[in-house]
């Protein structure tokens, strides 16, 4: 098993090296969602009536902090409001902005035409295969972790 952990390690290293790539590549780009913040983005969108900031670290789990930030630059951006919390006025919901859909529609298209062209030559069983793969290593990441990173309510 050691032999076959280093493998999938040097691969999740190479897959992460492509991420980054990735992201780099949408941000120069399309430069209308700060680089690293689709995901905060899909995220706050994910919830119909907004979310607090400190769920957003927990469902990322990032630092309240580096959420704090991520967050002001998707205000500031126009990508996300902050909205009164009526249930307790000295904390705000964090709403997508219709300008905050808008770029993550195009960042979606964006992201999907990358994976189609990557995905070309696969049949659609190779791809279902992987999916399901991905899933499942990332549930028993969290449960090796001893984290819960609420998986399933992100999707």
Not at 46 to 75: I, K, M, N, Y
Not at 122 to 146: H, I, K, M, Q, Y
Request: glycine share 8%; net charge neutral; with cysteine.
């Amino acid at each position: 098993m050691e032999t076959t952990a280093r493998e999938l390690g040097i691969r999740l290293f190479d897959l992460l090296k492509s991420v980054r790539v990735i992201k780099q590549r949408r941000a120069d780009d399309r430069p209308s969602v700060p680089i690293g913040m689709v995901g905060m983005l899909i995220q706050i969108e994910q919830r119909a009536t907004g979310c607090h900031a400190r769920e957003l670290a927990s469902r990322t789990g990032l630092d309240p902090s580096t959420v704090s930030r991520a967050v002001a630059s998707l205000v500031s951006h126009g990508l996300v409001e902050r909205r009164a919390d009526p249930a307790d006025r000295r904390a705000s919901w964090l709403a997508i902005t219709p300008k905050g859909r808008s770029a993550l529609a195009d960042a979606h298209g964006w992201y999907g035409e990358l994976l189609e062209r990557a995905l070309a030559d696969w049949t659609p069983g190779e791809v279902a295969a992987l999916c399901a793969a991905l899933d499942r290593f990332t549930r028993d990441l969290d449960v090796a972790l001893g984290t819960n990173n609420n998986l399933e309510d992100a999707r």
